[in-house]
């Protein structure tokens, strides 16, 4: 087999990648499995996901509230925890400010006035190079019908700038990803915070 070249910064750590088989594919991600071949006589074979970017959207409302979802996880099978997020494989190649607008239409059937960029993340860097980018997304206003996939059962909540906080940090949001998100954007969340609790607040997680 001919040697593969796109692990560059691997391949200067000592894993030279000697072939790549794709062993399963969909519209969401790809099985890919590595032969690689390790500093001395080491050779192991390295499985995981091949996955297009995501966003996640931390939504705050006018009033300074937010938005926030339960969301059935069958994987788990669990109600779980968490804001918009979604994938780029279906968006066409389109910027991802955009594909953040659209999740905010589509889950929570949303507008907002600004989207600002925070930050990306690896969410399980040892399964798959999906990268995670955060957005802070100001001026919400829930104004029209979810647009859920069958797949997607999800409630909506609004909830104090506080409590949400205190949900990421405390453990509660047990969607890793969500939680992280809210704490990136809890610099810029704590010029938001209004102080004011909801109904909300008392969510049962």
Not at 4 to 18: C, E, F, M, N, V
Not at 91 to 103: F, G
Not at 124 to 133: D, G, P, R
Not at 176 to 202: F, G, I, K, W, Y
Request: aromatic letters at 6%.
């Amino acid at each position: 087999m001919a040697a593969h070249r796109d692990k560059p910064t691997g391949a200067k750590a000592g894993w030279q990648l000697i072939g790549t088989e794709k062993r399963f594919e969909n519209n969401v991600c790809r099985l890919r499995e590595d032969e690689v071949q390790l500093e001395g006589d080491g050779k192991i074979k390295y499985a995981y996901l091949e996955r297009d970017d995501a966003v996640i959207i931390v939504p705050v409302t006018t009033e300074g509230e937010v938005v926030m979802l339960k969301q059935y996880r069958y994987p788990v099978d669990e109600w779980c925890l968490e804001v918009p997020a979604g994938g780029t494989h279906d968006s066409c190649d389109a910027a991802l400010e955009e594909v953040a607008r659209k999740e905010l239409r589509e889950e929570i059937g949303a507008t907002a006035q600004s989207l600002k960029y925070v930050n990306f993340f690896y969410p399980a860097n040892s399964i798959t190079n999906e990268k995670s980018h955060v957005f802070l997304a100001e001026g919400v206003e829930l104004s029209r019908e979810q647009k859920t996939e069958a797949s997607e059962s999800i409630e909506v909540h609004l909830i104090s700038v506080g409590k949400a906080v205190e949900l990421a940090r405390t453990g509660a949001m047990k969607t890793a990803p969500c939680a992280l998100a809210v704490l990136l954007c809890e610099p810029l969340l704590s010029r938001l915070d209004q102080h004011r609790p909801t109904a909300d607040d008392l969510l049962e997680t």
